[in-house]
């Protein structure tokens, strides 16, 4: 078995022991979704819509290794609408929540989104390359297998919406997932292999746990309808 491939094996086994357990994801295969719970969850997951440039810089930032620091910013780049404000990968987002009728009122972010993104700052801010690049890659991971179980419902629910986030996340993640692979495989022999990447994707998934788990209970506030 190639080092790429032991690596995707084993990084998408860990996600899918996440999923499997996870209150959250659970709730997404119970039909119809209540109205009410994905209005919420749309509303809340806006501001880590805008956490994810900050995140990748933070981490390109970190990267000893110039190549590897060019894919984190060619994915930054992607992320920031090549250079065109309205193309924003957080203006789509929000032109999903417009088109889907969803108004947002000015309020504070849940505790539990501004916890998931100062914990992740924190660590790339403390840790090596290796654990960090190991870190980001947990979410890029996630990415395809979650949106994939969230979006059918989405799409029944607001069919009249811009679709453009989510479909375009769905093809774009499994490119990164290969770009980042490639990249997790370089650093793993820079590192001598890969148990600080390891150890950098096992924390971003618990962040990333943390934070569903917490979003599960936010969301039963939610009155259905």
Not at 97 to 120: H, K, M, N
Request: glycine fraction near 8%.
């Amino acid at each position: 078995m190639t080092p790429k491939k032991e690596i995707k094996d084993v990084f998408n086994a860990l996600v899918d022991e996440l999923i499997g357990r996870s209150v959250f994801f659970r709730l997404w295969e119970k039909s119809p979704v209540a109205s009410t719970v994905m209005e919420r969850f749309l509303v809340s997951f806006d501001s880590l819509v805008k956490s994810f440039p900050s995140l990748i810089a933070q981490g390109a930032s970190r990267m000893t290794d110039e190549q590897t620091r060019a894919v984190l910013a060619v994915n930054l780049y992607q992320e920031c609408g090549e250079g065109n404000p309205g193309r924003t990968h957080h203006a789509i987002y929000q032109k999903f929540l417009s088109t889907a009728g969803i108004r947002q009122t000015p309020a504070e972010e849940p505790d539990f989104a501004v916890e998931w993104r100062e914990s992740l700052r924190e660590y790339l801010h403390q840790e090596g390359p290796g654990a960090v690049l190991g870190a980001l890659a947990a979410g890029e991971f996630l990415a395809e297998p979650a949106l994939s179980r969230l979006y059918p419902a989405l799409k029944d629910q607001y069919p009249g919406a811009d679709q453009e986030y989510f479909t375009k996340h769905l093809t774009l993640e499994t490119e990164h997932v290969e770009e980042i692979t490639k990249v997790l495989e370089r650093q793993a022999r820079i590192d001598g292999g890969t148990g600080e990447i390891e150890a950098g994707f096992r924390f971003g998934l618990s962040a990333w746990e943390i934070y569903f788990n917490r979003l599960a209970g936010y969301l039963a506030e939610s009155p259905a309808r």
